[in-house]
């Protein structure tokens, strides 16, 4: 890999993982899921504007509606509401490594539905990565887990998996950024009903919130989706998807440099296993070039 493309890599990886700790800022502000709706609609609104800034238009075809629905429900709706609700009872960290997980949920939910081939060394990823998550939640045991918020995270994990399986291939056909910003349309409007039915929209406003909003708006909502799509289109979603491995030690990091989570020796192990476990996964998928 050139060096711009592995630096595009830690960028990506860096910003998507930054979004725990600055959504665990907001929902100690402000209702989870209303400023969520919020963040998505604007989101969705920069988003579609710079899609027709570039030509882009609504003309989608039946593949991409599909995954604009799709990923606007499990995506935003369920894996980031979700997580949003639990991180007022588990800390950004412990929602930072449950998330990370997702490659590894795809893998395993591909080759139980889809029977996807799994090679030895995938196997070997999976069995690995979970066995990092379990060191992690052994390592908490002591100082009690808020099961609530960790149950929420997984569903949240999952749906994201299910998403990445029945979207396959959706991109091709142009109009990428255009799906990323009505998708965010989607995801808004689901959320923004729950949060009517269920919350009471009292925000207590503080530079902290303010701070926090905008920057999860503008940098893991949608710089972070441009610099995702740049590198798949230089070097293909198999190596691009390799950086998800560094997630799991990003996410701690930044909880606890800006929000004093503490890590414990067991985070750093199993950190470091769900990494690996994520990164065997990846790289079982590329093959040698035949001919």
């Known amino acids: 890999m050139a060096v711009k493309t592995i630096f595009l890599g830690l960028a990506f990886a860096f910003m998507w993982s930054s979004a725990f700790t600055s959504a665990r800022v907001i929902v100690a502000y402000a209702p989870p899921m209303g400023s969520l709706a919020l963040r998505f609609f604007i989101s969705g609104l920069i988003g579609v504007a710079i899609a027709l800034a570039l030509g882009q238009t609504l003309r989608l075809t039946r593949a991409q509606w599909r995954a604009t629905i ?16 639990a991180m007022q009872w588990i800390e950004a960290g412990l929602a930072s490594i449950i998330a990370s997980t997702m490659p590894l949920m795809v893998a395993l939910l591909g080759r139980v539905f889809l029977g996807d081939t799994l090679s ?10 979970f066995v990092g998550v379990g060191l992690i939640m052994g390592g908490r045991l002591d100082g009690g887990l808020d099961w609530t918020g960790i149950t929420f995270c997984i569903i949240g994990a999952i749906a994201l998996a299910v998403a990445t399986l029945s979207v396959r291939g959706a991109s091709s056909g142009g109009n990428v950024m255009m799906i990323v910003g009505l998708q965010m349309f989607v995801g808004a409007a689901g959320l923004a009903v729950v949060s009517a039915m269920t919350e009471t929209m009292t925000v207590t406003w503080s530079w902290q919130l303010v701070v926090a909003f ?8 949608l ?3 441009w610099v995702w799509f740049t590198l798949v289109n230089q070097i293909g979603a198999v190596k691009a998807a390799t950086f998800h491995f560094l997630n ?5 990091a930044v909880a606890a440099v800006l929000l004093g989570e503490k890590m414990g020796t067991l985070d750093v192990i199993g950190v470091a296993t769900v990494a690996a ?8 998928k590329q093959r040698p070039l035949v001919g």
Request: hydrophobic share 60%.
């Open 223 to 225: 710089m972070a989706t």
């Open 277 to 284: 476990g994520i990164l065997a996964v990846q790289l079982s």
């Open 214 to 221: 905008i920057y999860t708006t503008i940098v893991p909502g």
């Open 248 to 252: 799991p030690f990003f996410g701690v």
């Open 70 to 85: 799709i990923f606007g429900i499990c995506q935003n709706a369920l894996y980031l509401g979700l997580n949003f609700v």
């Open 120 to 129: 030895p060394m995938a196997f070997l990823g999976l069995v690995v990565g």
